[in-house]
Structures are given as C-alpha cells and as structure tokens.
C-alpha cells in the first residue's frame, strides 16, 4: 500500500488517433504494373503518433514513422 494513496483519475477517456488517407484519391483506378504512393495525415488530440501503419485488407503493407507518412506500394 502506497503512503501517500496514488491517485488515479476516474471517468478520463484515451480519444483514438484521427488518420485520413490524402492519396490517392477515393475510387482512383491503376492500371498494372503500376506503383502508388498512399499518403496519410495522423493526429491524436491527447497523445503522440508515433508511426502509421499501412494495409490492403489485413495484409500489413508497411508502416512509416514520420510525418508526412507515406507508403511506396510496387
């Protein structure tokens, strides 16, 4: 038992990351073999970013960590 009592805030919320892919644009078409470059903004109003991660479903493409985020997807 800690003397003085630690004191752990009740009722405070971890707000989730905001990210929005920037490119390419939503429904943009490729043709293969074709190499498309995903960017991202990341921000989390109570906290850091400390990397993006990339996917294509579950597949993890690849992760970047720093700003701007930015994947080379071949």
Same mark, same amino acid.
């Not at 630690?6 to 190499?35: C, K, M, Q, R, Y």
């Given at each position: 038992? !800690? !003397?003085?009592?630690?004191?752990?805030? /009740? &009722?405070?919320?971890?707000?989730?990351?905001?990210?929005?892919?920037? *490119?390419?644009? +939503?429904?943009? #078409? $490729?043709? @293969?073999?074709? &190499?498309? #470059? /995903? #960017?991202? +903004? @990341? !921000?989390?109003? %109570? &906290?850091?970013?400390? !990397?993006?991660? $990339?996917?294509?479903?579950? #597949?993890?493409? &690849?992760? %970047?960590?720093? *700003?701007?985020?930015?994947? +080379?997807?071949?």
């Amino acid at each position: 038992i !800690s !003397s003085p009592a630690d004191d752990f805030p /009740i &009722g405070e919320n971890n707000l989730n990351p905001i990210v929005s892919i920037t *490119a390419p644009a +939503n429904n943009a #078409t $490729f043709t @293969a073999p074709a &190499g498309i #470059t /995903i #960017t991202a +903004n @990341a !921000s989390d109003a %109570d &906290g850091s970013v400390s !990397s993006v991660a $990339f996917y294509n479903g579950t #597949t993890l493409l &690849g992760t %970047d960590a720093s *700003a701007p985020y930015a994947f +080379n997807w071949i």
